[in-house]
């Protein structure tokens, strides 16, 4: 108990807490209807091009030269992850097979842009390193407020709209011909999802950013038999892995992206296992 005691008065780890709760929270939520349109990989294409974003904020703050260079990485990452999310469902849109063409250039052009960026602003790749991976044990008060005001509309959006978000991403054309704003919708389901990839990739870094969105919404399809049971399953274990994962890892050092990622994994392969025990039963 007084490791435990230590860990939740340790004022870093109540920060880092704080956001891997509400990450773990809004990150399904949005990975619901991902896997509902079968664009599962569109995390990974964000985080992608999310990271020239981070390159590009470094080469503002640098020539600004009145900011830490990584002061503007996460707005950077804000405005270029929305940009792409935007693009990918515009030629989504108007071309058919156009998403996983453009998944492919999000994932080849967002790495060597922001290589290229970073190297411009002065940095070196080693400097992108905390983005790729995760650094939640260096989340500051302000990223704290920031994670929960993105997480607020996430929650807002993703739970608000859920009937419409739903029938949007269950059969287009039926929404459409009920009258609903498909197109909007579409727009809005890819700007939530990159907000989701940048506020996640402090916890998980944006390689691993997509495995948070969409493992506790796999896990969770296993065993629930409806839409909302499946994304408020996949809410309840994201929150848990998450949480768990980090207090993990105040205890034994290992980097705390990875081990949350891991966990999932873990915990989807365990209750594909004993699916069929629960069937027969």
Not at 68 to 93: K, S, W
Request: proline share 4%; hydrophobic share 60%; net charge positive.
């Amino acid at each position: 108990m007084t490791g435990i005691t230590q860990m939740l008065t340790d004022p870093l780890m109540q920060r880092a807490l704080l956001v891997a709760l509400l990450v773990g929270l809004a990150a399904p939520v949005i990975g619901t209807y991902l896997v509902q349109r079968k664009l599962s990989l569109l995390g990974d294409g964000i985080g992608h091009v999310a990271l020239t974003g981070v390159a590009l904020g470094w080469l503002v703050g640098a020539a600004l030269d009145v900011v830490p260079n990584d002061a503007l990485a996460v707005p950077g990452a804000v405005v270029a992850a929305v940009a792409g999310a935007v693009v990918i469902e515009v030629v989504r849109e108007r071309t058919r097979g156009g998403g996983d063409v453009a998944l492919a250039l999000l994932f080849y052009g967002g790495i060597a842009g922001g290589v290229l960026l970073i190297g411009i602003a002065g940095g070196t790749s080693a400097n992108l390193v905390g983005y790729l991976f995760g650094s939640i044990s260096t989340v500051s008060t302000s990223d704290v407020v920031l994670t929960v005001a993105l997480c607020a509309l996430l929650l807002g959006v993703g739970l608000g709209l859920r009937p419409a978000l739903f029938a949007v991403s269950h059969d287009a054309e039926f929404a459409r011909s009920t009258g609903l704003p498909v197109r909007a919708l579409n727009v809005a389901i890819a700007v939530v999802a990159a907000l989701t990839v940048t506020v996640a990739m402090r916890v998980v870094g944006l390689l691993l950013v997509s495995a948070l969105m969409i493992v506790p919404v796999a896990v969770a399809q296993l065993v629930s038999r409806s839409f909302a049971s499946t994304m408020h399953l996949a809410m309840g274990l994201g929150t848990a892995v998450c949480v768990v994962g980090l207090a993990v890892t105040y205890w034994v050092p290992l980097a705390p992206g990875a081990t949350i990622v891991v966990l999932a994994i873990v915990v989807y392969l365990v209750v594909l296992a004993a699916r069929p025990l629960f069937a027969r039963r």
